[in-house]
């Protein structure tokens, strides 16, 4: 569906006037008042123990709120890397999904690591960045904490935190329901119910279905791709008794089934995995990932299934100190099944499972406020259990394709590799902050993690494939039986912090922040590659990441409030960089398995900078960019790309002094909202968003042909609140990428030096339409 300016104004035009006769009134009969006080709204977080207002933390941390959420339709996880400053959110699939902060962390993720950015759902710490991959709907707020985390609770991180805060129950009654349609066939439905249920306890409901449809066209059978439905429920319960105590349970149920994994080709390197596809019979094959087409014989799907409870306990003393308890289990289990890119029988089923599931107890002491020292003491304990699972089942034409040969090793035989990670995590962490005057605050903290991981990862022989060549076939670098045995690791992991804030008056708040962050090492559960080779087991093995990071800045209010600056420099090294990359397997020249590695160091340092401001009564505009120079400081024996590696099998290349893959040198973000009175009871929002970053590598090995020109995405919405009879109306007519831009978040490296990449959302013109009664 394609909507031109003028039918889009028109658009405008029509719903305001059915809003105006709604009502009763005409443009004429009343003038046009702005909405909103001259002060910009307070935006709080819990960066420090406590709740705060933003501009009064001395830490780099963005907030974004309810209604800039639901404005900009913010309902994914990386929809938020368009308002956030510094971050890059990477979804090839929900398995998949990286988060990086000022360039740390956009790898190729593995089942045996975490990510470099901790994510957290209602304060409690996901183990994997996929468990958020749902739709992010009643969603009270966001934020976005930059910098080695871990002193204050749950996880260390060595990059950031992300964290997501839904709604929580009302004591007054509170009903909605909305519904969404828009271009091919998108819709969504969500009612929300929440209210007391007695005079000490409230409860809140959300149920909703989505409907998203693809926009990769399959050439082979006209069917559309990259769509998904998904649906789901959150109940909560909230009691409390006086102002003593307070619990808050969460339960919550997401499903998705669809194909929103589906890859287009992105570049075929040197050429040859188009001359090996050409000769094995292929046809009508799409080079140019613009055109959002493939042209596949085989299946491409994805499904999702996540359970969860949590429970959060508080209880406030009567020496003004505070105790607070978080239990929470989670189960998710993803499946994606994929093939070859060809419309020819190469590989009829690339398949792969996940199940993930953890269990959490955090324990925490938060001081009293308003004395000389402020303070809190915790502990956490996280068990992981991790089972996965990948198998493969080769056509007749595998061998032509992945070998250059018709000698039958590959054709018709299948083979599925297990493995099985179990994870305990232990720490203690503390953080305290002396207010030595009015003006000068000085913070430390401390904390220690003892990390215990045990690993098993085992294959068969293959089965079916030609009786002739099954001893080729069934050797272990290739498609053989073997098993790895018990694989253990464990490590000691501190982080630390030591900073001071100075309040030059009470508008203006400047800081300097020294930071050490420490993540520790994995095991490679993508598969067993190399394990049989010369390095043995050991080639699955990777080491800790640690950083130590510094910020500087200062925090302005200005203009009574109207205009708030931040400004923030940052410089870090990180020794173990743990990254994913392919090197050649012994299933034919051009193929690759991937391996986990320490990627040397990187040094990240840039600068920071958020606007927002309120020029105009009823206008809010706010800004945000970053310069992050995120560069190898010293990583001489790192992979070659497909242009090199092909032809020297066994060469090493230095990337010392490149730009870290997948971290942009440049990045901006702008926007504003104007919000009037258009009569009594009809208010009219106009809300804008554009979002830019300039071009990066798309893979470690720093091919060519996988890096990524920089684009920009710009969003807007036009919405209409009306106020009748008890009930609130709000109509919201929106577009997302407005000017269609081809844009692509992810690319993988895949066999003969082809790469694959995910597509960024058409243009996507919608309405919702909601209702609070």
């Known amino acids: 569906m394609t909507l031109s300016p003028t039918a889009l104004f028109r658009c405008l035009e029509l719903s305001l006037a059915l809003l105006s006769l709604a009502v009763g009134v005409t443009p004429a009969m009343t003038a046009a008042q702005p909405l909103d006080g001259g002060e910009l709204p307070s935006m709080t977080v819990n960066a420090r123990g406590h709740e705060e207002p933003v501009q009064s933390v001395p830490v780099p941390v963005t907030v974004v709120g309810e209604r800039e959420i639901d404005a900009s339709r913010m309902q994914r996880l990386g929809d938020l890397a368009q308002r956030l400053p510094s971050t890059n959110i990477a979804t090839p699939d929900a398995r998949r999904l990286t988060i990086a902060v000022r360039g740390i962390g956009l790898n190729p993720s593995n089942d045996g690591l975490e990510g470099s950015t901790g994510?957290?759902?209602?304060?409690?710490?996901?183990?994997?960045?996929?468990?958020?991959?749902?739709?992010?709907?009643?969603?009270e707020s966001v934020d976005l904490l930059r910098g080695p985390q871990g002193t204050l609770y749950g996880k260390n991180t060595t990059a950031g935190v992300l964290s997501v805060h839904t709604r929580p129950p009302a004591f007054e009654a509170e009903r909605s329901v909305r519904w969404t349609t828009g271009a091919r066939g998108l819709r969504q439905a969500q009612a929300i119910l929440s209210g007391p249920l007695a005079e000490d306890a409230a409860g809140r409901l959300l149920v909703y279905d989505t409907h998203e449809p693809g926009s990769i066209t399959n050439l082979y059978n006209a069917e559309k791709l990259g769509g998904s439905d998904r649906s789901g429920v959150r109940a909560q319960l909230l009691a409390r008794d006086g102002g003593e105590f307070d619990l808050r349970l969460i339960a919550e149920h997401h499903r998705e089934r669809g194909s929103s994994a589906t890859a287009v080709t992105y570049g075929l390197g040197p050429g040859l995995a188009l001359a090996r596809a050409i000769a094995g019979g292929a046809t009508g094959i799409v080079t140019d990932p613009r055109r959002r087409e493939i042209n596949v014989d085989g299946e491409e799907s994805a499904r999702s299934d996540q359970n969860a409870v949590s429970a959060q306990a508080r209880w406030r003393l009567a020496s003004g100190a505070e105790i607070t308890s978080i239990t929470a289990a989670r189960d998710w289990r993803f499946a994606r099944i994929t093939n070859d890119s060809l419309n020819i029988p190469v590989l009829l089923e690339g398949g792969s499972a996940l199940r993930q599931q953890q269990l959490s107890q955090e324990l925490r002491l938060a001081g009293p406020s308003g004395g000389p020292l402020s303070y809190v003491v915790g502990t956490y304990l996280l068990r992981q259990r991790t089972r996965n699972a990948g198998w493969t089942d080769f056509g007749p034409r595998a061998d032509i394709v992945l070998q250059g040969t018709p000698i039958p090793v590959f054709a018709n035989a299948y083979s599925i590799n297990h493995g099985a990670l179990d994870t305990q995590s232990h720490a203690l962490f503390s953080q305290a902050t002396w207010h030595s005057t009015d003006r000068l605050d000085i913070t430390a903290g401390l904390r220690v993690t003892q990390e215990a991981k045990k690993a098993r990862i085992h294959r068969g022989d293959s089965i079916g494939g030609s009786p002739a060549t099954a001893s080729l076939r069934n050797n272990p670098l290739v498609l053989g039986a073997y098993d790895t045995g018990p694989l253990r690791t464990r490590q000691f992991s501190p982080s630390g912090l030591l900073s001071a804030s100075y309040r030059w008056d009470p508008a203006l708040l400047g800081y300097v922040s020294l930071s050490h962050g420490e993540k520790s090492g994995g095991i490679n559960l993508a598969g067993p590659g190399a394990a049989p080779g010369p390095l043995g087991v050991q080639s699955l093995m990777v080491g800790p990441e640690r950083i130590n990071s510094l910020d500087v800045g200062f925090k302005g209010r200005f203009l009574d409030d109207r205009l708030h600056v931040n400004v923030n420099v940052f410089a870090a090294l990180v020794g173990g960089y743990q990254t994913a990359y392919l090197?050649?397997?012994?299933?034919?020249?051009?193929?690759?398995?991937q391996i986990l590695t320490n990627a040397g160091d990187v040094r990240s340092r840039g600068v920071e900078l958020e606007v927002q401001g309120r020029p105009a009564r009823g206008l809010t505009l706010w800004s945000n960019g970053s310069f992050n120079d995120a560069r190898y400081s010293n990583y001489e024996n790192a992979p070659c790309p497909p242009e090199t590696a092909l032809a020297q099998p066994a060469a090493r290349c230095s990337l010392s002094g490149r730009q870290v893959a997948g971290a942009p040198r440049w990045m901006f973000r702008a926007g504003g909202e104007y919000r009037y009175r258009w009569s009594p009871s009809v208010t009219h929002a106009v809300t804008a968003a554009y979002a830019w970053q300039s071009g990066k590598d798309g893979t470690l090995e720093a091919s060519i042909d996988a890096r990524t020109p920089?684009?920009?995405?710009?969003?807007v919405a036009s919405s209409w609140d009306l106020a009748e009879g008890g009930r609130l109306w709000n109509l919201s007519l929106w577009v997302r990428n407005a000017l269609d831009k081809r844009y692509f978040p992810a690319v993988t490296a895949t066999a003969n030096g082809a790469y694959v990449a995910t597509v960024g959302s058409p243009r996507t013109v919608g309405i919702t339409l909601k209702v609070d009664f």
Do not use: C
């Open 710 to 715: 920089s684009y920009g995405v710009f969003n």
């Open 583 to 593: 090197v050649p397997s012994g299933a034919g020249v051009g193929n690759f398995v």
């Open 119 to 139: 994510v957290y759902i209602d304060n409690v710490y996901l183990g994997r960045a996929g468990m958020a991959a749902f739709d992010l709907l009643d969603v």
